[in-house]
């Protein structure tokens, strides 16, 4: 499978290219409130109000940096209560490049915790370790704070901006 790479601090982080729907530079949010400090605001994607979740607040505890290289890579997440997708922006910082890996290349570092059950298995690769990060637990997480619901975060996303 294909994987999209990028840092959290020093460490080097996956993601499955599949659900990626975009890459963009970061953008203006809309702040919200009363909801968790990784939530970085919201913003207008091709029409759609789309939350955006600071890897690097989530997974560390500190803000993404502004750097050139810090990106947003917008995710599509499938609604099974009305088959329609939803989007979700995920920011982190130094987003460099996307690798090939199969199945058999992760490993399970034997470590799992409830806070942060997004975490995956481990890739070994000659830059050191990846962390997959497992997207359906991501979004198992962002249910349980209603940033994914079918009502408010539905779109319909027009092909041009």
Do not use: W
């Amino acid at each position: 499978m294909l994987m999209l790479l990028f840092y959290i601090g020093n460490n080097l982080y996956a993601i499955e290219s599949s659900r990626v729907v975009e890459v963009i530079p970061r953008v203006s949010y809309r702040e919200v409130h009363h909801v968790p400090n990784y939530v970085a605001g919201l913003f207008n994607y091709r029409g759609a109000i789309v939350p955006v979740i600071d890897l690097c607040h989530l997974v560390r505890g500190t803000p993404s940096r502004a750097n050139l290289s810090t990106r947003v890579f917008i995710v599509s997440y499938p609604c099974q209560e009305d088959n329609t997708l939803q989007y979700v922006g995920l920011m982190a910082e130094r987003v460099i490049k996307t690798v090939k890996k199969s199945a058999s290349d992760f490993l399970t570092s034997g470590i799992k915790t409830n806070e942060a059950s997004y975490l995956g298995e481990m890739i070994m690769d000659e830059k050191g370790m990846i962390q997959h990060i497992n997207l359906e637990e991501l979004f198992t997480n962002l249910r349980k704070i209603n940033l994914l619901k079918s009502g408010g975060l539905t779109a319909h996303v027009p092909n041009s901006y």
